[in-house]
């Protein structure tokens, strides 16, 4: 089944506690990218990334670090936790750059940082 | 100015009545393109419904139909004879030329409208 895959789907922590939320797609898919969802601002871009090695920023990416090390796999990681990074988190990808391509979303990761 | 404005936060539909979800975008762009997404309470991000700039047809997806109105930069999402799974919020978003958005395929979203579909 095609999709985009992310771990953990809940995760609380505390700040300063490094961690990392990964993705993945089997699409085969040039495009992936992260968003961050909080309540009355909708959805806004972390980073992205339009193949392997490429990464570029968002409009949101500060705390944030990503790579791009496989076509598949576009892990975010959060060096150092603040309770201002608790939010609902989604991976996306769509299938070229370029184009108007649907992209298609992820589960979502509810992450609480304490 | 908001590139997406959705100006009803929270709208109630009888079921099996139809609803209009509106949407306002601003782009200085000529090539660009619209997407609605569902969200149920579970949380994940449902595709819904695509309209590109340059198509001359609204595009519409078994309930779904978009009323697009390119001078007045709208794109409202059409919900026919309503169910009760239809409660959900809904994301209008926007897709710009690689030009103008310096690369990357960005969605910008609206703030969303909270749907409920009522007995």
């Not at chain 1, 939320?21 to 992260?34: A, G, P």
């Not at chain 2, 569902?38 to 695509?50: A, D, N, T």
């Not at chain 2, 309930?63 to 004879?81: D, G, H, P, T």
Request: overall charge neutral; charged content about 20%.
């Amino acid at each position: 089944e095609a999709q985009v895959t992310q771990n953990p789907r809940y995760l609380i922590t505390v700040t300063g506690k490094k961690l990392t939320v990964t993705c993945s797609q089997n699409m085969n898919h040039e495009y992936m990218s992260w968003y961050r969802q909080d309540p009355g601002l909708g959805l806004r871009q972390i980073y992205y990334s339009m193949n392997v090695e490429v990464t570029d920023k968002g409009d949101v990416p500060e705390g944030y670090k990503v790579s791009r090390k496989e076509k598949r796999n576009f892990p975010l990681i959060l060096e150092s936790p603040s309770p201002n990074q608790t939010s609902l988190y989604f991976c996306a990808s769509s299938l070229s750059t370029g184009g108007m391509d649907t992209q298609y979303f992820g589960p979502g990761t509810r992450l609480t940082v304490l | 100015a908001q590139k997406i404005t959705q100006t009803q936060p929270g709208m109630f539909v009888q079921e099996k009545e139809a609803v209009t979800l509106d949407c306002t975008y601003d782009t200085s762009d000529q090539s660009y393109g619209l997407f609605w997404y569902k969200q149920p309470s579970s949380g994940e991000m449902i595709f819904l419904i695509y309209q590109g700039s340059y198509d001359e047809q609204n595009a519409t997806e078994g309930r779904y139909s978009l009323n697009f109105q390119k001078a007045r930069k709208s794109a409202n999402l059409v919900i026919s004879a309503s169910q009760l799974g239809d409660s959900a919020m809904y994301f209008c978003a926007m897709r710009e030329s690689i030009i103008l958005t310096g690369g990357g395929n960005k969605l910008t979203f609206g703030t969303g409208t909270q749907l409920k579909v009522e007995l």
